[in-house]
């Protein structure tokens, strides 16, 4: 890599004030440069202090002037983030102290790093592999304490480590095939199409179950979209207001109050959900409100989870039929609203099979227990998200979608009797594909393209 010996040195904490503002420093002169502008009391050099300790001293630049009190930590090779040894200037907060040491740090000997380089040696040096390069990012980006929880369950391993079990099946599987094909004339017995059958299904699976995680995945990272949606004068304002705990949407008798979607963010267990009230969807009286009608369509179709609504003390009218029809197909919990008017007995038997609460806006009965039910709906073991490998990244997701397309590829060809050196190319396209989620197998534009989205200090 370009640069790779070079000494680097970038600002590792936020832009501004604050108490203290961290240098980091990272290469084989990181001490040497640093011995040049740190003095402390004593007579010992830096060169000099212990391994794994900080120190007080201060920056002094050429000219013998003063530029910071500091504290300055020594992190010898191998046992650093990088793997090379590393310094940390702990200078005071804000903007022109701390470039003023960066900028005499780097006319000493290092150079700025470039954009996540700290990292990227980590990964270069075998410190860590790509997706736990990848899942630092997502720690330092994460919204919510489950999306933080997942990129700490990635950042320790865990996604590498299935990933890495499938690759040893297929690295298996292939040393078999090449046994067969290239030394025939050894007494081993060839792959019977049976067992090449049977180990790329059990590694299609394996594929399957890692690409089953994404949406979950894609959950945690960006939020859940929930849709409110039934017929006018259900209470679909009033259960937003009771899901936000405050008077978000205009609630009144008159049908048609809601002409245009409205939307809110609230937390349930640590995740964010966009809670959506829409128009209530019946034919339209006018122009406007077929306008609001039309978004609340598109809101129910592009949403996560849709809760239909219906008031439960009186039967379902054909209104409601209609709008269940409308939501045939997608994932929705059935809500019985109005129970304080009591329920009417045929409402409770047509949805007795679906997922449905017994709920009343107005007094907030079962509103918690709505809740639970919005987040058990999507997400399963959440409480276990950083023990288990869920995929967050598209980049991830992307490279699985090949892998699982050449997995089956090479079963379809076994299955239509080719040779079995073509169904290896598929093999170990899939093979590839896996590696690169990884790392072993990605070029180097690549892997600047992916560590040029870090910040310079990381």
Request: aromatic share 4%; hydrophobic share 40%; glycine share 8%.
């Amino acid at each position: 890599m370009l640069y790779y010996k070079d000494t680097i040195a970038a600002i590792s904490t936020p832009a501004g004030y604050g108490g203290i503002s961290i240098i980091r420093l990272s290469g084989e002169d990181a001490f040497g440069v640093v011995d040049k502008i740190f003095v402390k009391p004593g007579k010992k050099s830096f060169l000099e202090q212990g391994a794994n300790t900080i120190r007080y001293g201060h920056i002094i630049d050429e000219n013998g002037e003063v530029l910071d009190e500091v504290l300055v930590s020594k992190m010898p090779a191998p046992h650093t983030f990088t793997t090379e040894d590393v310094a940390e200037i702990n200078c005071h907060g804000g903007i022109v102290a701390v470039r003023r040491v960066l900028e005499l740090v780097c006319r000493s000997g290092a150079r700025l790093a470039q954009p996540g380089e700290f990292t990227k040696r980590a990964f270069l040096n075998g410190r860590i592999d790509l997706s736990q390069a990848e899942a630092i990012s997502d720690v330092i980006t994460a919204k919510t304490n489950l999306a933080q929880s997942a990129a700490m369950g990635q950042l320790s391993g865990v996604l590498s480590a299935k990933i890495d079990e499938i690759k040893q099946k297929i690295l298996t599987l292939i040393s078999n095939i090449e046994v067969t094909i290239q030394y025939p004339e050894y007494d081993v017995e060839d792959v019977t199409d049976e067992e090449l059958l049977s180990s790329l299904r059990e590694i299609k699976d394996d594929v399957a179950k890692i690409l089953k995680t994404y949406k979950q995945g894609e959950i945690l990272r960006e939020g859940l979209k929930v849709a409110i949606c039934g017929k006018p004068n259900v209470g679909k304002s009033m259960l937003l207001n009771a899901l936000l705990n405050e008077e978000k949407a205009i609630v009144t008798d008159i049908a048609g109050t809601t002409r245009d979607i409205v939307d809110e963010y609230i937390s349930l267990s640590g995740l964010p959900v966009r809670i959506i009230d829409t128009a209530g969807i019946r034919e339209a009286g006018d122009i406007v409100e077929k306008i609001g009608i039309d978004r609340s369509l598109k809101a129910a179709n592009e949403a996560d989870l849709v809760l239909f609504l219906c008031d439960s003390s009186k039967p379902l009218t054909e209104e409601d039929e209609k709008i269940l029809e409308l939501l045939q197909g997608k994932n929705v919990i059935y809500i019985l609203n109005k129970t304080d008017l009591g329920i009417d007995e045929s409402v409770k038997e047509r949805f007795r099979d679906n997922v449905n609460l017994e709920v009343s806006a107005l007094t907030k009965k079962n509103i918690e227990s709505l809740e639970e039910l919005i987040i058990s709906q999507v997400l399963t073991n959440n409480e276990d998200v950083m023990s288990n490998a869920v995929v967050t990244s598209v980049r991830h997701k992307g490279l699985l979608d090949d892998a699982m397309r050449s997995i089956t590829q090479a079963l379809e060809a076994v299955e239509g009797g080719f040779e079995i050196d073509l169904v290896q190319v598929d093999i170990n396209d899939c093979w590839s594909s896996l590696g690169s989620i990884t790392g072993e197998c990605v070029s180097e534009d690549i892997i600047d393209e992916i560590f040029a989205n870090f910040c310079l200090g990381k």
